[in-house]
C-alpha cells in the first residue's frame, strides 16, 4: 500500500508538471535529451536496477516470500523496491538453510548477470536425500522396507500437494514425469552397503525432516535385534616402527 500511494504520487507529480510546461515543452525536451544522456551514462547501474524492477513485477523471477539464491546469496524476498531486492540471509556459517539473521540488499540489475535460483516459485518442493551407511550381513530388503516406512511416515503428508504442484507444472514446461514418491537405492562399496532414500519436501524443512528421519531409523536400528546394523570406518595405529637415526660427523 505504502508503495502503490508513492507511486500515485509519483504520476499525479509528472501530470501536473506536464501541465504546467505544456507551452515550452519541446525546448524541455530538448533540454530534457541532452540532460538525461549524461545522467543515463553516469548511473547507468541505476538505470539498469530500474529495469531488473520492472522484469521482476512483470515477471515470474521471483515475489515476496519466495526463497532464492542470486550469485553466492541464498535467502528469502522479504521487500522488492526500485533498485534493490532485500533478503533475509540463510546458510554462510549456519549449516543447511537456517536464517544468520543477516538482512542482504542486492542489486536489481543482478538479474541480467547472475543465474537466480527460485527455491520456492511454481513448485514450493525440493527432492531431498539421506545417505546411510549399512553393513553387510543386514537384510538388504528389511533396511529398504525400514526406510520406505519412514518416509511415507514423515514426509507422506506431502505426497498429494506434490503431485498437485507438480501436474501443474507439466502443464506450463516441457519437463518430463517424475517420481515424487520416496526411493530407495543402493550401491555395493568396498566397506558397506550405500543405502540412499531419496523424497520430496517442502523447501523450508528441509533440515527438521531430516533430523526426523535420521532419529526415526535410529530407533529402528535400536530395536531390530541386529538386522539393520549402521556401519562405520574405524583406524587405529597398533605399533610405529623403530627409527634410527645416524649422523655423519665431518672432520
Not at 27 to 46: D, M, R, S, T
Amino acid at each position: 500500500m505504502r508503495k502503490a500511494i508513492t507511486l500515485i504520487a509519483y504520476m499525479i507529480f509528472a501530470i501536473i508538471g506536464i501541465s504546467t510546461f505544456k507551452e515550452n515543452i519541446g525546448n524541455f525536451a530538448v533540454a530534457l535529451g541532452v540532460i538525461g544522456g549524461g545522467i543515463a551514462f553516469a548511473l547507468q547501474e541505476v538505470i539498469i536496477s530500474v529495469a531488473g524492477w520492472l522484469a521482476i513485477t512483470f515477471s515470474s523471477f521471483y515475489k515476496v516470500g519466495d526463497r532464492i539464491k542470486i550469485g553466492a546469496i541464498t535467502g528469502d524476498v522479504i521487500d522488492i523496491g526500485i533498485l534493490r531486492t532485500t533478503l533475509m540471509e540463510c546458510g554462510d556459517w549456519v549449516k543447511s538453510d537456517l536464517y544468520n539473521g543477516r538482512i542482504v540488499r542486492v542489486a536489481n540489475s543482478f538479474i541480467f548477470k547472475d543465474p537466480v535460483y527460485n527455491y520456492s516459485g511454481e513448485f514450493p518442493f525440493l527432492w531431498d536425500e539421506i545417505i546411510l551407511p549399512i553393513r553387510y550381513g543386514s537384510s538388504v530388503e528389511t533396511t529398504r522396507q525400514t526406510l520406505l516406512k519412514i518416509a511415507d511416515e514423515i514426509v507422506g503428508e506431502f505426497t498429494e500437494s506434490v503431485q498437485t504442484s507438480w501436474k501443474n507444472l507439466y502443464k506450463i514446461y516441457a519437463i518430463e514425469e517424475a517420481q515424487v514418491e520416496p526411493m530407495v537405492t543402493i550401491v555395493a562399496t568396498d566397506n558397506w552397503i550405500e543405502f540412499t532414500l531419496r523424497y520430496v519436501v517442502s523447501f523450508k524443512k528441509r533440515r527438521s525432516t531430516k533430523d526426523r528421519l535420521f532419529t526415526r531409523f535410529l530407533e529402528e536400528v535400536a530395536k531390530s535385534n541386529g538386522k539393520l546394523q549402521m556401519a562405520s570406518q574405524t583406524s587405529e595405529i597398533v605399533s610405529v616402527a623403530p627409527l634410527s637415526v645416524h649422523l655423519k660427523s665431518e672432520s
